[in-house]
C-alpha cells in the first residue's frame, strides 16, 4: 500500500452534508463539503502565494475549524503543516521557524501580536486574511492521492536542552491512528468529541477530531480548556467520546458541579499524557464514569494502547494492550528481551510509527533499535493476561543506596494521602545515599498538612529507601500545554529546598 485517497474528499463524497466542525462559541459549523472546498480553495491559494510542494507552512492559532482546513490544504498542495506552540516566546519560537525554514506564517487573531515579533524572520499572514484570500480561489477538482510515507505536518517536541526536534507525521501514521482509536473505542459517524487541547500537540489533532472526522463524526470546538464550558456541554449530552489528560480529569473532579452533573451522555472516556492517579480514577467511578488510561507519544501517532472499559476497574494502573497495528517488546540495556512479568524499556513498531525527525538523521538513528523498533524511554511491563503498566521513564529513575528507585511508584503512593492533590518525585543528589527522593507536593483546596505527617504516610507503603528526604508544598506546578508537570523545570524550581 503505497497511497491514500485523499480523506477529505473521500469523507466529503460520503457525508457531504453531515457536521464535521462546530465552533462551540459562535455556532459556526463546517460540513464534510464545505471542509473539502475549503481545503481546495486553500491548496489553491497557497499556490497562488508561491508555496511549492515540500515547503513548510507555520500556523500559530488556538482551536479553530479553520486549522482543519489548513491541513487538508497542506495535504492536497503537498505542503508541510508546521503547528507552533503559543505558549512559547519569540525567543523560543526563532529556532523553531529557522529549524523547519518556514515559508509563511498564519496567526490568528489572538496569536498575531506574537507572531508581528517573528515577521523579521518569516512573512505573516493573519489568519483572517487567509479566509477572506482563499475565498476568492475556485477550489481545485482534483484531489490527487497522498503517498503514506510522504511528510504531511511536524510537531516539535518539549525537549529539555539542545536543539528542537521535529517529529514527522505522515498520512500513513494517522490512518493507523484511526484504525487504533477507531477499534479502541467504538468510534463512528454518530458520536461527537470535543476538540480543547492544543493543535500544536498530537492530542489535539488526533485525539480525537482527525480519527472522527475520517469515521464521519463532529467535532465540537472550544479555543482552549475551560472547566464550566466542559462541564457545561457534557451535562448538556453535547459530547459523546472524551479524551483528557490527568490535569483536565482533576480540574474536572474540584468543579463545584462535579457530584451532580449528568455524565451518561459520555459513553467512552480515555485519559493519556501521564499515569492518572488511583484516587482520581476512584473519583470518577463512583460517578459512574470509567475513565480509560492509555499511552501513546507523538512519535507514535499516537495511540498505542488504550485500556477496555471492561477491565478498566480491575486494572488499575495499566494502560491496557497494544491497539490493533502496534507491536510492542519489553527489553534489557542490551536490547534483550527480558523475562515475562519482568520491566524492560518498551519499544514500539508499526504502521503508526514516525520515520523520524525531520532533517535530524543522527536523531532519528539514536530513536530507533535494530529491526526499526522505536526506543520510547520509558520502563514497562506485562502481567499475565497481557494487560501492559508503564513503570516510569528511564531517565526520571534514580539510585538511592544501591537501590533502583522509580519516583512513579513513590507519587501513587503520596496520592493516597487525603490531603494530596498531585505529587511529582525527583531524584536529587545527597553525600551519604548518593541519590534521595525530593517530593513536591500540591495540597487539596483547603487542605493542611506538614511534611512529617507525609512522610509517616509514605513510610507505612514503602521501602525506607523509597520515601521521599525532602518535601516541597506547592501552589502549582510547572506544565507543558497538555497539562504533564515539567520534572525539568521543577527540579530547578526546588534546587536548594531541603524541606
Known sequence: ?????????????????????????????????????????????????????????????????????????????????????????????????????????????????????????????????????????????????????RIWYLLYTSGTTGRPKAVIQTPGMALANAVNIQQATGMGAGDDTLNYLPLFH?????????????????????????????????????????????????????????????????????????PIPEPLLRAFGRRGVTVCNGMGMTETGPTLFLMDPAHAATKIGSVGKPQILAEVRLVDFKDDAVAPGEAGEMLFRGPGI?????????????????GGWLRSGDIGRQDSDGYYYVVDRIKDMFISGGENVFPAEIENVLHAHPAVLEAAVLGVGDPVWGEVGHAVILLRPGAATAADEIRTHARLHLAGYKVPRHITIVTDFPRTAAGKIQKHVLRTLVAGDGG
Open 1 to 149: 500500500m503505497k497511497t491514500l485517497p485523499d480523506l477529505c474528499r473521500r469523507r466529503a463524497e460520503l457525508s457531504p452534508d453531515a457536521i464535521a466542525f462546530e465552533e462551540v462559541g459562535s455556532g459556526r459549523t463546517v460540513t464534510f463539503a464545505a471542509m473539502d472546498a475549503g481545503a481546495g480553495r486553500g491548496a489553491a491559494f497557497f499556490a497562488g502565494q508561491g508555496l511549492v510542494a515540500g515547503d513548510r507552512l507555520a500556523v500559530l492559532c488556538h482551536n479553530n475549524a479553520t486549522f482543519f482546513e489548513l491541513l487538508f490544504a497542506c495535504a492536497r498542495a503537498r505542503l508541510i503543516l508546521v503547528p507552533l506552540n503559543w505558549r512559547l516566546t519569540p525567543a523560543e519560537l526563532g529556532p523553531i521557524l529557522a529549524d523547519c525554514g518556514a515559508k509563511l506564517l498564519v496567526a490568528d487573531a489572538a496569536t498575531e501580536p506574537l507572531a508581528r515579533a517573528l515577521s523579521g524572520q518569516v512573512p505573516i499572514l493573519p489568519l483572517a486574511d487567509y479566509e477572506v484570500g482563499s475565498a476568492a480561489f475556485a477550489p481545485a477538482a482534483a484531489a490527487p492521492p497522498w503517498e503514506i510515507d
Open 354 to 370: 514516525t520515520p523520524g525527525y525531520f532533517n535530524q538523521p543522527e536523531a532519528t538513528a539514536r530513536a530507533f533499535a535494530p
Open 202 to 274: 498530537t492530542a489535539g489533532i488526533n485525539l480525537h477530531a482527525l480519527p472522527l472526522f475520517i469515521a464521519g463524526g463532529a467535532s465540537r470546538i472550544i479555543p482552549k480548556f475551560d472547566t464550566d464550558t466542559v462541564v457545561d456541554l457534557i451535562g448538556r449530552g453535547r459530547i459523546s467520546l472524551f479524551f483528557g489528560v490527568p490535569a483536565v480529569y482533576q480540574a474536572l473532579s474540584l468543579h463545584p458541579d462535579f457530584e451532580t452533573t449528568d455524565f451518561s451522555c459520555v459513553r467512552h472516556w480515555g485519559c493519556g499524557g501521564a
